[in-house]
C-alpha cells in the first residue's frame, strides 16, 4: 500500500488509481531555451524514482511530461541568436535527452511539445470561451477567474486573499486583475499563428492542460512538479481542465522541494547558476542523482562540493560491497546452513518497500541499501558462501539499483590514467612494428575519443590531453 503527500489536500493519503494496474502522470516539463540546470534536474529525477516504484508494484504508469518550446525565453532568445524558435528548441530537447539519459532517467512515455498541439490549444480555448469560461479582450483571450469557485483550492488561498496581491499590467484588458492570459496577441515581428482570436501564442498554462487531456484523459492520477509551479501555473491548470472537462483534473498533487547552492538560492546574478550539461562533465552522473535521492523528494536541498563528495563515497561504500559479494560467487556451493542471512536480507527489503511506500521515502531507502550493503561486507567473511544467499543478494541490490535508478556498477568511460595511456602507446607500437595497423589505428582512435592526442618525437612516441 503506497501513500503518499497529496498538496491538494495537505496530508498523506493512500495512492488508489483511477483504473487498476495502471497509473496516468503528467509532470510539468522544461522551456527548451538552454541547458537544463540542476533545479531542473530535481523533478526529473525525483519523479523518475516514483515511476520506477510504481512499475515495481506492478502498476503500467503512462508518463507524460511537456516540453515548453515557444514563450517569452524562447522568443528572447531566437532574437538574441538570430535563430528560428524551432531550431533552438529543438536543439535543447537533443540536449535534455542527452543530459537526463546521463542521469539514467528512463524515458518519457511522451513528450508533447506546444509547436505540435496549436489546434488543439486554440480548440481548448475556444470551448472555454463558448461555455463562458473565457473573454476575447484587445486581441488577447483570458481565463474568467471568479467564475470557477474553487480557484485557490491547491495553494490554499481566498480569492479575496489572491485579489491583493493581483495587478492588471500595461496593455491588458481585463475585467478582472484575477484573470490569466489564454492566448497572447502577437507583437508585428514574433513568431504567431492564426487563430479565430487573431494571430498569437498560447499563454504558459493553457499548454499542460491540453496536453494532459489530450495525452491522458479529462482525469489523471498523479500530477507532479516543483513546489515553485503550485501557484499560480498549477492552480491555473486546475481552473482551465475543469472548468473545461468537467472532471477533477489530478487526484493527487506532488510538489518537491527547492535547490540551493552552498546554502544561497540559485540565480543568475548570483552567479550560481549550475548546468547539468556542465556539471556531469565534473561529477559522475550516477554520483549526482545518488546525491538528489539521498534527500526527501519534498525536503530543500542543499548542493555542494562537500555533500557530493560524501554521496560519492556512499555509493562506492555499495558497490565496492556488491563487487565483493560477484567475487564469491564462483567458489559458492550448496550449502543449507546459511539461510538466515536470507531472512535478514528480506527483512531489509521490507524495509526498503515499507520506507518508500511511505510517501517515497528515497533518504529511508538508501539507508535500507547502506544496510544491506553493511551484511554484505559481514557475509564474505564467512569461510564458505552459499550460491542461494549470494544469489538473493544480488536480486536485492538489483531490485534497489532499478527502483533507484543508480547502476551498481560504475560506466567504463571513466578517464584513462596516464600508467594506462603509455600502456596502449606501447601495444600500439606493437602493432605498428607487427604490421597489425587495424590494430593500431583502433587504439589511436581510442584514445582520441579520450581527447588524448599522440606525437611523433625523436624520442619516440609523445600524448597530451587535449
Ligand atoms: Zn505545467
Known sequence: MITLYNTLTRQKETFKSIEPGKVKMYVCGP??????????????INYDVVRRYLEYQGYEVIYVSNFTDVDDKLIKRSKELNEPVNTIANRYIDAFYEDVGALNVKKATSNPRVMNHMDDIIKFIKELIDEG?????????????RKFEDYGKLSHQSLNDLKVGARIEQG???????????????????????????????????ECSVMAYHELGATIDIHA????????????????????NHAPFANYWMHNGFINIDNEKMSKSLGNFVLVHDIIKEIDPDVLRFFMISVHYRSPINYNMELVGAAKSGLERIRNSYQAIEERETIATNIETQDHYIDEINQILDQFETVMNDDFNTANAITAWYDLSKLANKYVLENTTSTKVIARFKEVYQIFS???????????????????VEALI??????????????????????KEQNIILEDTPQGVRFKRG
Request: proline share 5%; glycine share 8%.
Open 31 to 44: 522551456t527548451v531555451y538552454n541547458y537544463i540546470h540542476i533545479g531542473n534536474a530535481r523533478p526529473a
Open 133 to 145: 469560461y473565457a473573454y476575447e479582450s484587445g486581441g488577447d483571450v483570458y481565463f474568467r477567474t
Open 172 to 206: 491588458e484588458q481585463k475585467e478582472d486583475a484575477l484573470d490569466f492570459t489564454l492566448w497572447k496577441q502577437a507583437k508585428p515581428d514574433e513568431i504567431s499563428w492564426d487563430s479565430p482570436f487573431g494571430k498569437g501564442r498560447p499563454g504558459w498554462h493553457i
Open 225 to 244: 512538479g516543483g513546489t515553485d509551479l503550485q501557484f499560480p501555473h498549477h492552480e491555473n491548470e486546475i481552473a482551465q481542465s475543469e472548468a473545461h
Open 402 to 420: 532499478d527502483v533507484l535508478g543508480v547502476p551498481l556498477k560504475a560506466s567504463n568511460n571513466d578517464e584513462l590514467l596516464d600508467e594506462d
Open 426 to 447: 606501447e601495444e600500439r607500437n606493437q602493432a605498428r612494428q607487427n604490421k597489425d595497423f587495424a590494430r593500431a589505428d583502433e587504439i589511436r582512435d581510442q584514445l
